[in-house]
């Protein structure tokens, strides 16, 4: 769960995560976890970055996306990017779907899962696009790029991502699809569940197991 540390495209812990937990509707939640038995049978696992995301979460990104001197995490997350384009170029949402509960950002893992090193701020940064084996190294199969790597290079469909990386993609969509899941061409990572249960709400409690419990 990416929000809820500073490993992130602002770089601090985002308004709203009070916990690391992944909070979903039964039904994206229910089709997630035939999704994760599909992917077991195969040798694989299914791993979370941001699920439900609370209004307030959002609106902390709407204010960080404003302060256009705060480029501290450019060079990892939007090297090639204008800040001021995030949102018109698709890549951050005012109003997002994973505010309505049904929409996740997700990769695929190989089993056994390796530990991910821990991410060290004021570290050096690397282009997300840059080879698997020279950016920021966490434990999902190679999808060509990092998690939030807003760069064309992320487009699920980008014909410049070929062979391996271009199947491990194919394989979490198709995943994904089959079990009601649609993609935001944009993003490989970003998928929600259809049809949504709650299409017009944009809820806004906190991320944390108190929010969750006894519903
Ligand atoms: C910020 C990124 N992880 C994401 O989820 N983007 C979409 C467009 C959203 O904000 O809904
Ligand atoms: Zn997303």
Known sequence: MR???PHNFMGERVDGYDQPLCILTRPA?????????????QGY??????????QRAVDHFVRWAKDLEDEAMKPEFYPQVDKSRLFTDGYIAEKSGHSRGSTVDLTIVKLP?????????????????????ERFRDNSIDM?????????LSHTDDPRVQGEQRANRQLLKNTLADVGF????????HFTHKPEVFPDTYFDFPV?????AGH
């Open 3 to 5: 929000y809820i540390t």
């Open 144 to 152: 060509g790029t990092g998690y939030d790597c807003f760069d064309t």
């Open 45 to 54: 696992s299914l791993k979370v970055y941001d699920c439900y995301r609370p």
């Open 113 to 133: 899962a390796k530990p991910t090193r821990p991410y060290v701020p004021g570290e050096k940064l690397v282009p997300c696009y840059a080879p698997q084996g």
């Open 29 to 41: 939640a229910r089709a997630l976890q035939r999704a994760q038995w599909k992917l077991l049978r």
């Open 208 to 212: 944390s197991w108190r929010s969750v």
């Open 182 to 189: 649609t993609n935001l061409p944009e993003e490989w990572w």
